[in-house]
C-alpha cells in the first residue's frame, strides 16, 4: 500500500455551478460595461474605435454609428441571454441557442456594415 505524502493536496476541481456562475457573472459585467459604451456614444455623437496605446482607427458618427449601436444591442443581448439562461441546461436551451445564433449574426453583419459604410462608402453624419 502507497503511503500518502502531506505534501499530497487534493485536487479540486471545479462544479459545473462555479464555472456556470462565473460565466454569467463575466457576462453580466461585459454586458453592463458594453451598455455603458453605447450609452456614451450615443450621448457624444461618436464612438471612437482604438487602434492600439493612444491611438484612434476612426471615429463613427452619424450612420456608422447608428448601425455600430446596433452591433453593440446585439452583443448586450446574447451577453443577458446567457445570464437568464442560468445555471446547467434546461429543456429550452434549443431556443436559447437558436436565439443566440441569430443575434449573434445580426450583430456581426451591423458591425460589418457600419464599417463598410464608414470607410468605403465615406458615408458621413
Given at each position: ?67 455600430m449601436l446596433g452591433a453593440l ?53
Open positions: 500500500m502507497a503511503k500518502k505524502s502531506a505534501r499530497e493536496k487534493p485536487v479540486q476541481q471545479a462544479s459545473d455551478l462555479d464555472v456556470d456562475g462565473d460565466r454569467r457573472a463575466f457576462s453580466t459585467r461585459l454586458a453592463l460595461y458594453l451598455a455603458g459604451v453605447a450609452a456614451v456614444a450615443t450621448f457624444t455623437g461618436a464612438l471612437p474605435l482604438p487602434a492600439g496605446r493612444f491611438r484612434t482607427l476612426a471615429v463613427l458618427n452619424g450612420g456608422p454609428l447608428l448601425l444591442v446585439c452583443a448586450v443581448l446574447v451577453l443577458v441571454s446567457v445570464v437568464v439562461q442560468g445555471p446547467g441546461r434546461r429543456s429550452d436551451a434549443v431556443e436559447y441557442d437558436a436565439f443566440r445564433w441569430l443575434i449573434v449574426r445580426l450583430g456581426l453583419a451591423l458591425a460589418a456594415s457600419s464599417l463598410l459604410a464608414h470607410l468605403y462608402l465615406g458615408v458621413r453624419g
